[in-house]
């Protein structure tokens, strides 16, 4: 049985062949640029966890660009929102990221995670608004 490029590069990415992993990851994102063809769901998966392996290395604006490609093929996709949310929070943009936490509980209500970091984001939020208002 043959695997789909899709399936390849999940695999190198579970083992952490990361080099590998983005350059497969590219080639299905470019592949999608010219055959429309294309599943949508696996172009999201494609540039998701591309963003996934720019954020292990701390790309974090780059990571940010391919999870927003991702929403933008599949609105419909959560992960990318969370994946999203974790990077606005960290860089310290809490409205923002509030924001896409919202956006995956929408989606599905049952995600843990992103219950956490939702709330999270609020308290730290706050807490950087009151330091901010005692200047």
Request: aromatic share 12%; with cysteine; proline share 3%.
């Amino acid at each position: 049985m043959e695997h789909s490029p899709l399936h390849t590069a999940n695999a190198a990415l579970e083992k952490r062949q990361l080099e590998t992993a983005e350059e497969l990851y590219g080639k299905i994102i470019n592949s999608c640029a010219q055959n429309s063809k294309c599943s949508t769901e696996d172009l999201a998966v494609a540039f998701n966890n591309r963003g996934q392996i720019k954020y292990f290395r701390v790309d974090f604006y780059e990571a940010m660009d391919d999870y927003t490609e991702a929403i933008r093929v599949n609105p419909h996709f959560e992960v990318p929102y969370y994946n999203r949310g974790l990077v606005l929070y960290r860089l310290g943009f809490f409205d923002e990221a509030i924001k896409d936490f919202q956006k995956v509980l929408q989606l599905n209500p049952q995600f843990e995670d992103a219950k956490i970091s939702l709330r999270q984001s609020v308290l730290d939020g706050e807490e950087r608004r009151k330091r901010v208002s005692e200047i």
